[in-house]
């Protein structure tokens, strides 16, 4: 009783922070990217890297940048992981390995901070400072950037003086203005804020590298410590995920109390919910944000519901005596206050963690699997989340015309074979990278040595093995970041093929979305009085089209990964 009155205090308290910040938040995000004004850090940050912020880009110009961008970033953390046994401040850790070296380089770059490694013993402090933390900031104001590029791709040439465009250009913005600016104006700001109540929860910050003590048994220990609850705050407000200890976002010296809980939810959900307002305002139609929130609220709350049942009446011996399913979990949070982080977790590609996942039973386990799987668009990453949301609501406009026989139109503009062929891509790429990579790894003999359960085919054991590789490859393929705890992944296998889905699983969709933006904003919009075109279109927002695009989203994850899905959770489930 005591935790269900806590998990319904800690969800209002979320939603309330979350309404309250709602407009606010997203009205300066979009004031922010449509300001003509640059702050003076930000001038001084042009004119050092020899940047024209006032020169627009199309698509092509846009994605190059992106990419060159975290290609450099990619060199330099990997370089500077295996150099850090001779820098400053490595308190005695080596060079990190080639392949972990190589995954974790590519999992910070590409928002997706999946750890391979025990962060406490395997990275310094300057690495997670100089490398790890920065990259916190940078991969989230990446995404951050193309969603607003996607967003002016959709309402070119109507509000283009807004928007900082040349009129008639179909430039999509500045990726490095866009980036700066999303750096120091949004992500800093907030990550000080968030990192300010974490420490006065009691949260690590020491420029110290640990501490000795005597144990109870009188044995010698170490506590590794360092200018942690810093990068604490931006691993959850960036949808990051990667901690500075193994535990995660479970350590007392990360996240101290229930309190401390409740803020790390509210700010992995801050920017991705806001987002929507921002989305609306630059489109100069709020009923447009307000349509994507609603979509994103009903998954949300019913997952969070699903997971927190299926948790707390997990059924057995061990529970029943217990009360609850407390394996895996901190007595601090409980049941509910670790469903909760889950669900926003994984809903957000964020692969922080305040309890063990593969703990979890097969039913809600396969909840947080499944939630990875609609595409983490519930409410999704800084910026991802957003985008990704956009393209099934362009798939929704183009089937619910084909049905009611009206115009396939997205505010004005025509989608039509090339901007749907574009749509169906950016959705086909992480299921083809999730089930590829299930599909070799379990027929690889090589990986029955990493799991941690298995036995003969059909037993529980290997049902949950199977499981827990479903989950690893979603979790890289929706650059989410968090694991099943029961499979090791530091064979060469896993940290190439798990690398490579996460490069490709962040990398092709922002391509795919920036070019779809593009052939957007090459088009001139639509109006009610171009033959009644605009009249004859299906309305993208109200109860209906929420509806619709509800479904759709729904229907897209359930077919492709339905087979899947009976073969581990739910199967497990029933097991």
Do not use: C
């Not at 969800?11 to 300001?35: C, E, N, Q, W």
């Not at 957000?348 to 939630?371: I, P, Q």
């Not at 991802?384 to 505010?411: D, K, M, N």
């Amino acid at each position: 009783m005591n935790d269900t009155w806590a998990g319904v205090l800690s969800v209002a308290a979320v939603v309330t922070v979350l309404a309250v910040a709602h407009a606010p938040l997203g009205d300066y995000m979009a004031r922010t990217f449509r300001s003509h004004k640059d702050l003076g850090v930000e001038r001084l940050i042009y004119r050092v890297a020899r940047i024209d912020p006032r020169a627009g880009q199309n698509w092509r110009a846009y994605a190059m940048s992106v990419l060159g961008f975290s290609v450099a970033s990619l060199v330099f953390l990997y370089v500077l992981q295996r150099v850090q046994g001779v820098l400053p401040w490595s308190d005695g850790k080596p060079a990190v390995s080639p392949a972990m070296a190589f995954n974790t380089a590519i999992s910070f770059v590409t928002n997706t901070d999946w750890q391979s490694y025990s962060p406490e013993a395997t990275v310094s402090n300057l690495t997670q400072m100089l490398g790890l933390a920065v990259q916190n900031f940078l991969s989230a104001a990446v995404g951050l950037a193309v969603a607003v590029a996607v967003i002016r791709g959709v309402v070119a040439r109507r509000r283009d003086r807004d928007l900082s465009l040349t009129p008639g250009s179909g430039d999509l913005g500045n990726f490095w203005v866009d980036l700066v600016r999303g750096t120091v104006r949004i992500l800093l700001p907030l990550a000080f804020v968030v990192a300010a109540i974490l420490v006065l929860q009691g949260a690590v910050q020491s420029w110290r590298t640990g501490f000795d003590f005597t144990m109870l048994d009188g044995r010698d220990g170490h506590a590794p410590v360092g200018p942690f609850a810093s990068q604490e705050a931006i691993k959850v407000l960036g949808t990051n995920g990667g901690g500075t200890y193994a535990a995660n976002s479970a350590h007392p010296f990360s996240v101290p109390t229930p309190l401390a809980n409740i803020v790390e939810i509210i700010a992995v959900l801050l920017i991705p919910v806001s987002l929507t307002r921002t989305y609306g305002t630059l489109v100069g139609d709020r009923r447009q944000g307000y349509t994507l929130l609603g979509v994103m609220t009903t998954i949300w709350v019913a997952l969070v519901a699903l997971v927190w049942a299926f948790e707390a009446h997990a059924g057995g011996v061990a529970t029943d005596a217990a009360g609850a399913a407390m394996e895996g979990k901190e007595n601090r949070f409980g049941v509910f206050g670790s469903a909760l982080f889950g669900v926003s977790t994984t809903g957000t590609s964020t692969g922080a963690v305040n309890s063990a996942h593969d703990s979890f039973s097969g039913a809600s386990g396969g909840g947080l699997t499944w939630n990875m799987l609609l595409g983490e668009i519930a409410p999704g990453g800084v910026g991802s989340g957003l985008y990704g949301l956009l393209i099934l609501a362009v798939i929704t406009v183009f089937v619910g015309g084909l049905l009611v026989g009206r115009s396939p139109e997205f505010l004005g503009k025509r989608i039509g074979q090339h901007e749907i062929t574009l749509a169906a891509m950016y959705v086909l790429v992480m299921p083809a990278l999730v089930l590829t990579g299930v599909s070799i790894s379990a027929v690889l003999g090589s990986t029955r040595d990493a799991l941690g359960n298995d036995g003969p085919t059909g037993s529980p054991n290997a049902i949950h093995g199977f499981s827990e590789i479903l989950y690893a490859y979603a979790s890289a393929a929706n650059n989410n970041g968090s694991a099943f705890g029961g499979l090791t992944v530091t064979s060469d296998w896993f940290q190439i093929s798990l690398g490579l889905a996460m490069l490709f699983g962040r990398f092709l969709p922002i391509v795919i979305v920036l070019a779809l933006a593009g052939r957007l904003a090459s088009q001139t919009p639509r109006t009610p009085a171009d033959d009644g075109a605009r009249a004859a279109s299906l309305p993208s927002h109200g109860v209906v089209y929420g509806s619709l695009l509800l479904g759709t989203t729904l229907l897209v994850a359930g077919l492709t990964f339905f087979p899947a899905m009976a073969l581990g959770p739910i199967a497990e489930a029933f097991a």
